[in-house]
Each structure stands twice: as C-alpha cells, then as structure tokens.
T-cell receptor, first 112, second 114 residues
Framework: ELKVEQNPLFLSMQEGKNYTIYCNYS?????LYWYRQDPGKSLESLFV???NGAVKQEGRLMASLDTKARLSTLHITAAVHDLSATYFC????????????WGAGTKLIIKP | DTAVSQTPKYLVTQMGNDKSIKCEQN?????MYWYKQDSKKFLKIMFS???????INETVPNRFSPKSPDKAHLNLHINSLELGDSAVYFC?????????????FGPGTRLLVL
C-alpha cells in the first residue's frame, strides 16, 4: 500500500524558533510537493521537488528531498505567526503521471 | 481573474437528494481533478481527467459521476446523498498531468448532508 506519513501531525511553537516537518513515503518517487492550507481555505502550492537532493527555499521555509531515504523535510526558520497553517506533502508515485498520494497534514500553530 | 473556480461554495442538502458541483479553470490546463477532504483534513483523489478523458477513477461509490464537457470544465454529480458525503470537495487542475507541475486548487465546495 502506498503511504505518505507526516510527522508531527500537530505542532505548536513560539515565534522565532526553528522547526522541521518530516514527510516519509513508501513508494519509489522523485516528485514531491508541499502545499499550505489556511483554515477554511484552499490549498496553495509551496514547493515542487523533482530530484534527489533538490532543495528549495522561499522566505522562512526550506524544503528538501532525499529520494534514497524516501524522505522530504520542510524546515521553518525563525517562525512568525503568519506561517500558522496546515502543511501537506504529496508524492507522485513513479510510473503515474496523474496521481498524488497525500500525507495527513501537519497543523502548525505559531504563538506570538 | 480566478484561475480555478467552483460553484457553489456551500451546499446544504437533505439525505437522498441529488446535487451537482461545477468546476471551471481558465489556465489552459489539460488535466483536472476532484478531491474529497474529510473532517480530519485528509485529502483523497476521486477522479482525474486529461483532455476530457477519464484517467483516474478511485474507489468511489458509483453515486458519484464526473463529467467533463470540455477540458476547461469538470463537473461532479452526486446521486442519493448520504451523511458520509459531507466534506469539502476541491477541484484542481495542472498543465499536463504531474510532470513536475503543481496542481492549482479551486476554493472548495463545502457540502453538508443533513
């Protein structure tokens, strides 16, 4: 069974701190996506990681992909309240051009 | 200009009714998707169409029937609604499948079955 597991599922942290969200997956893939969802809103694409060792950064967020370990990380640097949201990773299994397998989401609350 | 739009945004209805949700994208994308997000925020793909052709048809009750009149539209019709159908339904599109391209999501349709 194809699985994508995010860890932790819930994270409450203080502004200014650093933290990492982990995304493990069980299938062969070199395409991994990170999305953000604000409460009651739609999903917004953050990063698309397309190869082993890929690293992308946008502001205080940095995502990386290790296809050999089947692991992606989303690192938050010096968190600010505006980053409070639910973060999803999703994997496109090898051989499929149309399917994404989604993690359960990590609900991130950043307290002032 | 809204890239992916859905109507209605909210839908409250009784069990046993039939309802439709409409989706339109003006991005010129070839591929469109329907997702269901349950109360625990878990996302599951239901259907995917590429250029009006059904590509993915996950294990979804046959009460759910998608229809793509053209590649810019993908509608979802639900027959005999059940309590368990209550969820947020998202439409999404991508240029051509997922070849390194992200999906763009619509605002969602919040369905409540009473």
């Amino acid at each position: 069974e194809l699985k994508v597991e995010q860890n932790p599922l819930f994270l409450s942290m203080q502004e200014g701190k650093n933290y990492t969200i982990y995304c493990n997956y069980s299938t062969t893939s070199d395409r991994l996506y990170w999305y953000r969802q604000d409460p009651g809103k739609s999903l917004e694409s953050l990063f698309v990681l397309l190869s082993n060792g890929a690293v992308k950064q946008e502001g205080r967020l940095m995502a990386s992909l290790d296809t050999k370990a089947r692991l992606s990380t989303l690192h938050i640097t010096a968190a600010v309240h505006d980053l409070s949201a639910t973060y999803f990773c999703a994997v496109n299994p090898e051989g499929s051009n149309y399917q994404l397998i989604w993690g359960a989401g990590t609900k991130l609350i950043i307290k002032p | 200009d809204t890239a992916v739009s859905q109507t209605p945004k909210y839908l409250v209805t009784q069990m046993g009714n039939d309802k439709s949700i409409k989706c339109e994208q003006n991005l010129g994308h070839d591929t469109m998707y329907w997702y269901k997000q349950d109360s625990k925020k878990f996302l599951k793909i239901m259907f995917s169409y590429n250029n009006k052709e059904l590509i993915i048809n996950e294990t979804v009750p046959n009460r759910f029937s998608p229809k793509s009149p053209d590649k810019a539209h993908l509608n979802l019709h639900i027959n005999s609604l059940e309590l368990g159908d209550s969820a947020v339904y998202f439409c999404a599109s991508s240029p051509f499948g997922l070849r390194g391209e992200t999906q763009y999501f619509g605002p969602g349709t919040r369905l409540l079955v009473l």
